[in-house]
């Protein structure tokens, strides 16, 4: 069930990497448009503006792949030297961690969310973008992240507790220095 489970989302997560991407691809294509207009003369302006929130987009949902692609950055000098249980602890404490400050942030994003939704908060620029229409797909970023880290931590302790240590490993350890190298 947990093998199934982690596939499930590592599909998911690579489904919306690849919508990222090609959200990341169309605000590049607007910005180089910018700058070629810009040289004839004219601008579409604001996409200084539009490129940071696809920025703050992109990332709040690309964090969720990242971890389950064992993309976060980790310091393992510890971790190296324990066995295979020991290494499944210190993975399962690290992903808790990440687990419960994600969930925090995604906490603390809703009020931001709401004070927006409430005042029908615009930027302070010319476009005078509604913020929610940014902040509402960022927030969900970064709930889906939270998610993502619940349910990735369930199937790891899942794993550690059936004595499947290096499957366990597969799904939210870290690679060293010495790994990279092979």
């Known amino acids: 069930m947990e093998d199934s489970l982690l596939q499930t989302l590592r599909r ?3 489904g919306i990497a690849l919508l990222t991407g090609v959200l990341l691809m ?20 604001g996409t200084d503006e539009i490129s940071g929130y696809v920025m703050a987009i992109a990332t709040s949902w690309g964090m969720a792949f ?24 210190f993975d399962l404490f690290a992903m808790l961690m990440l687990t419960g ?19 029908s908060s615009r930027a302070n620029t010319p476009l005078e973008t509604p913020l929610a229409w940014v902040q509402a797909p960022w927030f969900a970023g970064w709930v889906w992240f939270a998610v993502m880290a619940w349910l990735t931590f369930i199937a ?6 059936k004595g499947r ?15 990279m190298a092979q």
């Open 12 to 14: 998911l997560n690579r």
């Open 101 to 119: 400050t994600v969930t925090l942030i995604a906490w603390k994003c809703w009020p931001v969310v709401e004070r927006s939704l409430l005042n």
């Open 26 to 45: 169309a605000c590049a294509t607007i910005v180089l448009a910018d700058i070629v207009l810009r040289q004839l003369g004219s601008s579409f302006g």
């Open 66 to 89: 990242t971890l389950l692609e064992l993309g976060h950055v980790r310091i393992d000098i510890l971790r190296g030297r324990a066995s295979g249980l020991g290494r499944a602890l």
């Open 156 to 161: 790891a302790v899942v794993l550690v507790a």
């Open 165 to 179: 240590f290096g499957e366990a490993e597969e799904a939210i350890g870290c690679f060293g220095e010495e790994d």
